[in-house]
């Protein structure tokens, strides 16, 4: 008996169904592989407090200098920042200085408040601002327990000699937004890029001076990577008894983690 058009629609259907199951099982019996969670650790026993970082960090992003009217009024901007803790008194005082990027915390309280959805936080961990969508209103600099984000009070203005130093790969922001460290995600968006056209596996050695600040610190006290690879850099000193992160009863959860100095006093 001659098969009908229905019988061998049946037959097709049943076909594509088993193949289809047949590829669901494959792929579930694979371990998903985990997004990246990017992250930074710095060693405050290597730190010199050079402030190289915070300089790189202006150079690498198009990060305004404020001038002289703006100062008094702390209407500086330093994606990189270098904050001074002080304790005794001379002559036994000391001083620790930490540099303080973005902590892109896992519960960012900034992303919670921004009403336009311009503070948001990416599939890679990485706390963004879309400047474009930003209006101003500046909730998220109230929200930030790091004090890591700053206002434009007024459009950005290069000396004239210094405009061609400006980085293409980073767009300038205009007044009335506001802004914040974004650990160079320029930097590895081009790497992720080139070992696609590559056709490699990224490894931990693309990241570790990935970010400008990190390629830039004489004495390697800033290392990026991925925190869910658990043999990257970042991730084995994280382990470190000295570790630790800034505010952590906040519950934010921060990304950037520090590596106490082994003679600070307790």
């Known amino acids: 008996m001659n098969p009908t058009r229905r019988d061998v629609l049946k037959t097709?259907?049943?076909?594509?169904?088993?193949?289809?199951l047949g590829a669901g099982e494959a792929l579930?019996?694979?371990?998903?592989?985990?997004?990246?969670?990017?992250?930074?650790?710095?060693?405050?026993?290597?730190?010199?407090?050079?402030?190289?970082?915070?300089?790189?960090?202006?150079?690498?992003?198009?990060?305004?200098?404020?001038?002289?009217?703006?100062?008094?009024?702390?209407?500086?901007?330093?994606?990189?920042?270098?904050?001074?803790?002080?304790?005794?008194?001379?002559p036994e005082g000391r001083s620790q200085y930490l540099p303080t990027p973005c902590n892109h915390c896992e519960n960012p309280p900034c992303v919670k408040v921004c009403p336009v959805g311009a503070t948001f936080q990416s599939e890679e961990g990485i706390v963004g601002q879309i400047w474009a969508r930003c209006i101003g209103c500046r909730y998220c600099t109230t929200a930030c327990p790091y004090s890591r984000r700053y206002f434009n009070w007024s459009d950005p203005v290069w000396p004239e000699e210094m405009k061609n130093h400006l980085n293409p790969d980073v767009a300038t922001r205009p007044k009335g937004v506001v802004e914040k460290c974004t650990f160079c995600h320029q930097r590895i968006r081009a790497v992720q890029e080139k070992a696609k056209v590559e056709g490699r596996e990224l490894e931990d050695g693309d990241f570790r001076k990935l970010p400008a600040c990190a390629q830039t610190c004489p004495a390697e006290a800033i290392m990026f990577g991925d925190m869910n690879d658990p043999d990257s850099t970042v991730s084995e000193l994280g382990r470190s008894p000295r570790a630790f992160r800034l505010l952590e009863d906040l519950g934010t959860r921060p990304k950037v983690v520090f590596l106490r100095e082994a003679k600070w006093k307790e």
């Open 12 to 20: 097709v259907v049943a076909a594509v169904g088993a193949a289809a």
């Open 28 to 90: 579930a019996a694979e371990p998903a592989k985990k997004k990246r969670k990017w992250g930074m650790t710095i060693d405050l026993d290597r730190c010199t407090a050079c402030q190289a970082c915070v300089v790189a960090c202006k150079s690498e992003n198009n990060v305004p200098c404020a001038g002289p009217d703006q100062m008094p009024l702390d209407r500086g901007i330093y994606w990189m920042d270098m904050l001074a803790i002080h304790e005794g008194s001379h």
